[in-house]
C-alpha cells in the first residue's frame, strides 16, 4: 500500500516537471521565433548613429518607438508611410529655430537643419561679401535659438579738407565711420552731419577743417605837415624847418581759414609802435622891393645862388617812392634738414635767430636791399632759394611753429633801397 503511494506521487511530480519543462520551451521558442522576426535598421539621429530592431510596420511607428516626433521644418531620408525594410538606413535630423537680422532694420526666424552657418546660408540662398560683418565665424555650429547678424556694407563719400574718397563701411553712424576710417576732429573742425546721425548708402560726409591763426600786420602812418609863415623868407617860398617822420602801427588780426582758406579776418588788438613826427614848413611872407637892373640883376643872381644853396631834407622812413609789389610769401627756418643756417650774403642764422632776413629772387629784389613785407616788417633782402623765382618770397623765422602759423599768403612788399 505505502509502496503505491510512493509510486503515485513520483509519477505526479514528474508530470509536473515536463508540464513546466513544456512550457518554458514553447516560451523560449516563442521568443526567439519573435525576435528572429525582427528588421534590424540602421537609424541615424542628429548625426548619432544606432542599429534599431523592430517589428515596426511603417517609418513612422519606427520613429514612434523611438519617441520621435517629425515636425514640419525637420529632415527626414524616407516618407513616414514607406515600410521599414531589414538592412535600410533612415536618417532623421530635428530642425533648429534661429533668428537672423539683416542690417538693422528687420529680424527674421528660420528653421534650418544646417549644421554650421555657412550652411545656412548656403540653404537659404544668402551671399556676403567679406567687407560685410557677419556676427559669428562660417563654421560656428549652429545652436537652438541663436542670433546671427549681418551687416552689409555700403560706399558713402567722405569730403576730407577738400579731398574726397569713396569708402566701404558697415557703421551705423557718422561717429562710427570716422573712427574706422582714423578720422580725427579738432575743436573747431565741422561736419555736414552730426556725429550721431546714421549714415545710409551713397551717402556724403563732409568735414571742413577749421584753424583760428593769428596775423600780426605792420602799418605805416603817414606824418602830418605844419605850414608856419616866415617873414624872412621871400613871399611864396618853403622850407622845411624840422622833417616829419611816419609813425608805425602793429595790427594783430583773428583770421580764421577754412580748408587752408580765409573766410574771415577781424582786428584784436592795434599798438603804437612808433609815433608820428609832425613835419613843420617855413612859408616866406617877405616882399622884396623893386629894384634898379643893375641892383636887380646882382640881386637875382644872390638869389639864385641863395636857391641853389637850399636842401630839401627827406625821412629816411619815407617809403611813399619805395617800389611796391606784390608776391606770394611763404616762411622758412635755419633748422632745416641739410640747411647750414648761413644765408646768401653770410648771415647766420642760428646765431642770429631774431635778425628779419628775407630771401628772395636776386632778379627782382637785389640782394642787400632793405624792404618791408606786410604782416612781417622791415628786413634784408640777404637769402636766396632753390624754389624762390620771380615775384615770390621766403621769411626767415625763429621756430618751425611759426612758419607754420605764417603759412602761405599773398603779402605787399615794399623795396625801400
Sequence with gaps: MKIGNLLKSAISHMMVWATVIAVLCIA???????EATKASVQVTQNGQKELIRTHADTIDELLSELDVTVQQHDELSHNLSDPVEYGMDVTYIASKSINLAIDRNHTEEYFTTASTVEEFFEQEGLEFNNRDEVSHDPDTLIEEGMDIEVQQAFQVTVNDGGESEKVWTTASTVDELLQEEGITLNELDELNISEEGELSSDEKVTITRVEKVTDIVEEEVDFTVETKKDNSLPKGKKKVVSSGEKGLITKEYEVILKNGEETSRELVKET?????????VALGTKVEKKASPASSSSSSSGSSRSSSSEATTVSRNDTSGAKTLYMHATAYTANCTGCSGITATGINLKANP???????DPNVIPLGSRVWVEGYGYAIAGDTGGAINGNRIDLFVPSRSEALKFGSRNVKVKILD
Design 28 to 34: 523560449f521558442l516563442v521568443t526567439v521565433s519573435y
Design 354 to 360: 631774431n635778425q628779419k632776413v628775407v630771401a628772395v
Design 272 to 280: 603804437v609802435e612808433q609815433e608820428s613826427k609832425t613835419e613843420v
